[in-house]
């Protein structure tokens, strides 16, 4: 009974590869978001999409492509793997309009390591 | 943007000491949720708590919106509370769906 999952869980490439993340949520929400987590543990927004749609894009490279086939899945294509782009990749999802205004529940995480 | 500090920035305790963490926010909040990063990596909600006290077992939060604050309680510590403890915010002013995290407070319990 996963709420929030993430496919794979580690990922080791090298650089200039191009690699998905997939994340599914079976929790109803029509809000999904990814976040990274850097080698300081630091936490930041990526990508919001509401309901299929693009909300937030916070400053992301373009070669992070995010896409949304439905309300419940959102996966991450990064093209052109970089040597900074190794971190932990979290998934997470949320209701809007619900009396827990947008809280946020999130996925196991996915470690990329990049060489 | 809005800005989260914690503190301590790193907390070692006992089995059985009693501990708070605390986050300041710089501006008012829609939302506020604490969650524990455990050693594995996990992410666990443990509180959504934008003002007013809750109890979860060992655990409790309150969140002085007016004020700007909140406060995580660990009573009674357990090595299996190790892991760091974050704190983040959905901005009032700002987008409703963007999480601002601090930079997190990393717990040490020593059997």
């Known amino acids: 009974d996963t709420a929030v999952s993430q496919t794979p869980k580690y990922l080791v490439t090298q650089m200039g590869n191009d690699k998905s993340i997939k994340c599914e949520q079976n929790l109803g929400h029509d809000t999904m978001y990814w976040y990274k987590q850097d080698s300081k543990k630091f936490l930041k927004i990526m990508f919001s999409?509401?309901?299929?749609?693009?909300?937030i894009n916070e400053t992301v490279p373009n070669r992070f492509s995010p896409k949304s086939p439905d309300k419940a899945h959102l996966n991450l294509h990064i093209n052109s793997l970089e040597l900074g782009d190794s971190a932990v990749y979290f998934c997470?999802?949320?209701?809007?309009?619900?009396?827990?205004?947008?809280?946020?529940?999130f996925g196991p995480g996915t470690r990329l390591t990049v060489l | 943007g809005i800005q989260v500090e914690q503190s301590p920035p790193d907390l070692i305790l006992q089995e059985g000491a009693n501990s708070t963490l605390r986050c300041n926010f710089s501006d008012s909040v829609n939302n506020l949720q604490w969650f524990h990063q455990n050693p594995w990596g996990q992410l666990i909600n443990l509180f959504y708590i934008p003002s007013g006290t809750k109890q979860n077992g060992r655990l409790s939060a309150t969140t002085v919106a007016t004020e700007r604050y909140s406060l995580l309680y660990i009573s009674s510590s357990q090595t299996t509370d190790s892991g760091v403890y974050f704190c983040?915010?959905?901005?009032?002013?700002?987008?409703?769906?963007?999480?601002?995290f601090g930079k997190g407070t990393l717990l040490t319990v020593n059997p």
């Open positions: 999409y509401n309901n299929k749609e693009l909300i």
């Open positions: 997470a999802s949320s209701q809007e309009g619900r009396r827990s205004y947008n809280e946020q529940f």
């Open positions: 983040a915010v959905l901005n009032s002013g700002g987008s409703n769906y963007k999480l601002t």
